[in-house]
């Protein structure tokens, strides 16, 4: 690379590494077929050295995939692709196919870009852009997968939002500087290549922080509603609208909405004081059937303590006791008493 110009040429092989599968069959760059089986189809984008055993970590749009091979390109563990990352047609229905999928990573736009932290503990894998059913080419919350390289699995998923999504806005790539922070390079996608548009050219790195992010492996990003809450009818999901960021309520949500993607977060009970004035017609509600049963049980024990007092001169050491309903502290009991007491 010329240091002053920044071109980049005069390179020469140094060694040639043939990744294969458990089988020992290579991977290849043809497209799934069927469609339904990943198989050994093989579109690679990021590549990492892992620091402490030397291996070679790889992601793959296809899957999306992420794989670990040795220096000699045989396969030591293909990672657990998390399921909403899978391209689906429908539930368990997959399609890595050149076909539209309905969920999951868009058509050629899977694990693109890929890191791993220092100490080798954990890898990175970013998604070029926003998955299908989270907006699609109009989506602009790109999804960083967390896997644990002891065990292959993903332990995490974090959301990148981008400057926008236009003009096939994505990711590139990925560095981890550490193991919270990152460098994220984020193009539009205009410049030189086939069907490239020249202008304008918009390629950024930002510095984002992992630090006390929220996993989103559980949440749906509806690019729809992204940024704001939703406030509905309570108990259900009628009559919902959009509440903006300033408490102001927005556009109602349409029918069909079930809180996928949101977190519920409890109402407010609100409390007044009421003068007399204000009070002016209230009509008293009705008490319920089981109201005038427990008012009926108390009324018939009085009577019994009272018919019980008499006959024995009323003289004995009990007093009356208080009669509470069950909604109230059921703890009452005739207590002793050495003397008179007022009735309580």
């Not at 990672?79 to 890595?96: A, D, R």
């Not at 959009?242 to 408490?247: C, F, L, S």
């Not at 008012?295 to 001169?313: N, T, V």
Request: proline share 6%.
């Amino acid at each position: 690379m010329n240091s002053t110009t920044g071109s980049i040429g005069n390179f020469q092989i140094q060694q040639t590494v043939i990744f294969k599968s458990g089988s020992g069959a290579p991977f290849n760059g043809i497209a799934p077929s069927p469609a339904s089986s990943l198989g050994n189809s093989f579109d690679p984008e990021g590549i990492v050295v892992h620091p402490v055993t030397g291996n070679l970590v790889v992601s793959d749009e296809y899957g999306a995939s992420v794989y670990e091979f040795t220096r000699g390109g045989d396969l030591v563990r293909k990672y657990v692709t998390p399921e909403n990352i899978k391209p689906t047609t429908s539930p368990g229905v997959y399609n890595y196919g050149p076909d539209a999928n309905s969920a999951g990573r868009r058509i050629n736009r899977g694990f693109e870009g890929l890191a791993i932290s220092p100490d080798g503990r954990y890898v990175f894998a970013m998604l070029q852009s926003a998955m299908v059913n989270e907006g699609g080419a109009n989506g602009v919350f790109a999804r960083i997968v967390k896997f644990d390289t002891g065990t292959g699995l993903a332990v995490a998923q974090y959301a990148y939002k981008m400057k926008g999504s236009s003009q096939g806005r994505g990711i590139s790539a990925l560095v981890a500087i550490n193991d919270h922070e990152f460098l994220v390079l984020e193009r539009n996608n205009r410049g030189l290549g086939s069907g490239a548009e020249l202008t304008p050219q918009n390629k950024k790195v930002f510095k984002i922080d992992l630090t006390g992010a929220a996993d989103v492996g559980d949440i749906v990003l509806d690019n729809a509603f992204a940024g704001a809450a939703v406030t509905c009818d309570v108990g259900g999901f009628s009559n919902c609208l959009v509440m903006n960021p300033n408490g102001s309520l927005g556009a109602v949500v349409a029918a069909g909405f079930t809180g996928e993607g949101f977190i519920l977060i409890p109402g407010v009970l609100h409390a007044y004081k009421a003068s007399a004035a204000d009070l002016a017609g209230y009509a008293a509600p009705v008490p319920e059937p089981e109201t005038y049963a427990l008012l009926a049980a108390g009324l018939g024990l009085l009577g019994w303590h009272a018919r019980c007092s008499r006959r024995s001169g009323a003289k004995g050491p009990y007093r009356a006791v208080r009669v509470r309903s069950r909604y109230a502290d059921p703890s009452w009991r005739a207590r002793p008493d050495a003397g008179p007491r007022a009735v309580a």
